[in-house]
T-cell receptor
């Protein structure tokens, strides 16, 4: 399977703490994207990082990409209860296809 | 950003019946849409790529005669689950790629939860 893996599978933190999720993938990519999914809902696009980029920021989000290790990380700083959701990385492997990682379930407690 | 809608948001049907799910791009035209399936507490798995005006491309292991895809216009793709069985119960999500400056971004519909009794 081409599917990427994410760790941890689940993460529980307190409000104000930072949350870090890691994604590993298997094939060469055009870009890597991170999405958030609230329980039973659709996906919200968070950030896209291209294969020639190493780091990208968007608000409280910081994404890194290491193509030599085929890995990426998503850092959410100063987390809030509203950040509670599942987070998925997705790799653009060409032909407009996205391959999703296994996901990290984040719980932020007040 | 671009908006993708799905209808219905949930459906319950009896085993053996067929169910149609619609995916619409509301404020842009999408020559390509994608259909995913997600089982509880699992990730999204791509089922097929829906191409406007031509046949869909199915991923390995997905039965094209069971999951019929029609992309009749630049804003509508439909997925029909034929002769549904309980194991087809899942969350079905579609997406479309933004044709504008954010062309690498896919926008996802809110999903359709199918329950087959």
């Amino acid at each position: 399977s081409q599917q990427g893996e994410e760790d941890p599978q689940a993460l529980s933190i307190q409000e104000g703490e930072n949350a870090t999720m890691n994604c590993s993938y298997k094939t060469s990519i055009n870009n890597l994207q991170w999405y958030r999914q609230n329980s039973g809902r659709g996906l919200v696009h968070l950030i896209l990082i291209r294969s020639n980029e190493r780091e990208k920021h968007s608000g409280r989000l910081r994404v890194t990409l290491d193509t030599s290790k085929k890995s990426s990380s998503l850092l959410i700083t100063a987390s809030r209860a509203a950040d509670t959701a599942s987070y998925f990385c997705a790799t653009d492997v060409g032909f407009q296809k996205l391959v999703f990682g296994t996901g990290t379930r984040l719980l932020v407690s007040p | 950003g671009a908006v993708v809608s799905q209808h219905p948001s949930w459906v319950i049907c009896k085993s053996g019946t067929s169910v149609k799910i619609e995916c619409r791009s509301l404020d842009f035209q999408a020559t390509t849409m994608f259909w995913y399936r997600q089982f509880p507490k699992q990730s999204l798995m791509l089922m097929a790529t829906s191409n406007e005006g031509s046949k869909a491309t199915y991923e390995q292991g997905v039965e094209k005669d069971k999951f019929l895809i029609n992309h009749a216009s630049l804003t509508l793709s439909t997925l029909t689950v034929t002769s549904a069985h309980p194991e087809d119960s899942s969350f079905y999500i579609c997406s479309a790629r933004d044709p504008g400056p954010m062309a690498d971004t896919q926008y996802f519909g809110p999903g359709t939860r199918l329950t087959v009794l």
